[in-house]
């Protein structure tokens, strides 16, 4: 065994520069991967390309940092050497000078708060994709008639939202979904109810609105309805949402994607159904005051027609008009008899009429027309065929015969044709004269000649 052996027993193999520090590269950004990091801005710049270079470290290490041109992180102040950040990037390696650095994705100041960061960069990457636009959002039915209501079932919203339902609208159907609102795995459960219901299902009536629910609380409390999962499964809904998370400071990803956003589960429940009461009271006065105008009018109408009667109708004239009246009464009460008796008789002669079309069902002639329509097609496709062949047939002994008894054929038995100068066939030797040109064609060609 060599002395280099026994110096360096591991080396099985001599490396590039380049290939050891792609090894380092994909080691670190495999380990790594994405990372918070904070300290201190130092040595910034921004490059003409629009990149912007520095060094974020603290009193024991340093870290060069990068953020490419078409990420660049949303920061209210511009970035000086001295801020103390937040930073969250991907760790990764320049192969060009073989140092370690981090890819910034987002950059916050110190002490903002990891949960508010990702809230932030959700609420960007949804915004951009359109899921808050104001356009896509639908407006509530007036008067809805089955609720879906995606919430915890143990706690005190669902009895809000019930008993606020059931004084406002009592007929209103409500179809609950019982779900976690907090803890791993709750976002999931939430965004598969809010699909669940939204879509058609053979277990219910179709739904009119969706409303998901949750009360207040801190951040991480209200996580669950920060979660993309959500978002896009409100965005995808069939049906218009309704978010009441929290209370009304509160605001979550699934405020901005909902249709509309409460600002608690009891407004929520007052928002989406209209006051019974209030209705029945408005009714009332409508009623009351139709009641007015009719009484209003009917009454100047019989003063004024009482006005003319006093003054252009004399008594018998009066008489007349009061006979006719009691005629018109009479007839009337004769045309409404006749009515009744004629929708009796029509409803008995249509009870019958059915009776008869149910014992005479058309399905059976139907299908034997069906037949017959195929078979008369199924002939009329060979018949089509037949003729098309016979006249094929027709066509190619015309054909023949023509190509028998044409021109042609005489030449080829070794017959001449004559004409003369104006291209016409000489039939007799009458209509030859004396130094006359003619033209004569046989089987391979044509020749002129002279009649001497």
């Known amino acids: 065994m060599s002395a280099d052996a026994d110096l360096f027993p591991n080396v099985a193999k001599v490396l590039t520069v380049a290939e050891l520090t792609r090894s380092i590269r994909s080691l670190l950004e495999t380990r790594f991967g994405a990372v918070w990091v904070q300290g201190e801005i130092s040595n910034y710049r921004q490059l003409p390309s629009g990149h912007q270079?520095?060094?974020l470290k603290d009193q024991r290490a340093a870290i060069n940092c990068v953020v490419y041109r078409n990420t660049l992180p949303t920061f209210p102040n511009p970035l000086t050497d001295g801020l103390q950040v937040q930073v969250y990037g991907q760790v990764s390696v320049f192969e060009a000078r073989g140092q370690y650095q981090l890819s910034v994705q987002i950059l916050q100041a110190r002490g903002f708060g990891l949960l508010q960061a990702k809230f932030e960069a959700l609420k960007r990457k949804l915004e951009a994709e359109g899921?808050?636009?104001?356009?896509?959002?639908?407006?509530?039915?007036?008067?809805?008639?089955?609720?879906?209501?995606?919430?915890?079932?143990?706690?005190?919203?669902?009895?809000?939202?019930?008993?606020?339902?059931?004084?406002?609208?009592?007929?209103?159907?409500?179809?609950?979904?019982?779900?976690?609102?907090?803890?791993?795995?709750?976002?999931?459960?939430?965004?598969?109810?809010?699909?669940e219901l939204s879509a058609p299902n053979d277990a219910w009536e179709p739904l009119d609105v969706l409303v998901v629910a949750r009360g207040g609380g801190s951040i991480e409390d209200l996580w669950e309805f920060n979660e993309e999962v959500v978002a896009r499964a409100i965005f995808h809904s069939a049906i218009p949402v309704v978010s009441a998370v929290g209370h009304e400071v509160d605001f979550t990803i699934a405020d901005f994607v909902a249709d509309l956003r409460?600002?608690?589960?009891?407004?929520?429940?007052?928002?989406?159904?209209?006051d019974l009461h209030d209705l029945e009271r408005r009714v009332g006065e409508l009623r009351n005051c139709l009641d007015k105008c009719w009484r209003n009018f009917s009454g100047q109408a019989?003063?004024?027609?009482?006005?003319?009667?006093?003054?252009?109708l004399s008594r018998e004239l009066r008489q007349r008009l009061r006979d006719a009246q009691q005629q018109l009464d009479l007839e009337k009460e004769a045309l409404l008899r006749a009515i009744a008796r004629r929708r009796t008789t029509s409803g008995t002669r249509l009870t019958n009429?059915?009776?008869?079309?149910?014992?005479?069902?058309?399905?059976?002639?139907?299908?034997?027309?069906?037949?017959?329509?195929?078979?008369?097609?199924?002939?009329?496709?060979?018949?089509?065929?037949?003729?098309?062949?016979?006249?094929?047939?027709?066509?190619?002994?015309?054909?023949?015969?023509l190509r028998i008894l044409g021109p042609e054929a005489t030449l080829e038995r070794g017959y001449s044709i004559t004409r003369n100068a104006e291209e016409k066939v000489i039939r007799s030797v009458t209509e030859i004269t004396l130094r006359m040109k003619i033209k004569t064609r046989v089987r391979d060609g044509d020749f002129e000649s002279t009649v001497g």
């Open 262 to 274: 409460a600002p608690t589960p009891s407004a929520a429940a007052e928002l989406i159904v209209p």
């Open 131 to 195: 899921l808050f636009e104001s356009a896509r959002k639908r407006a509530l039915p007036k008067f809805p008639r089955r609720i879906g209501v995606i919430t915890s079932p143990g706690g005190a919203v669902i009895q809000d939202i019930l008993n606020i339902l059931r004084r406002r609208a009592p007929g209103v159907e409500v179809l609950i979904s019982p779900v976690r609102v907090q803890g791993i795995g709750a976002a999931l459960e939430i965004a598969v109810a809010i699909r």
């Open 53 to 55: 270079y520095f060094t």
């Open 353 to 401: 009429a059915l009776i008869a079309l149910k014992a005479h069902s058309p399905l059976r002639e139907l299908i034997a027309k069906r037949q017959q329509l195929q078979e008369t097609r199924r002939r009329l496709s060979e018949c089509s065929r037949h003729c098309l062949t016979k006249t094929r047939q027709r066509w190619e002994r015309s054909a023949g015969m």
């Open 302 to 312: 019989r003063n004024r027609l009482r006005a003319l009667s006093e003054k252009a």
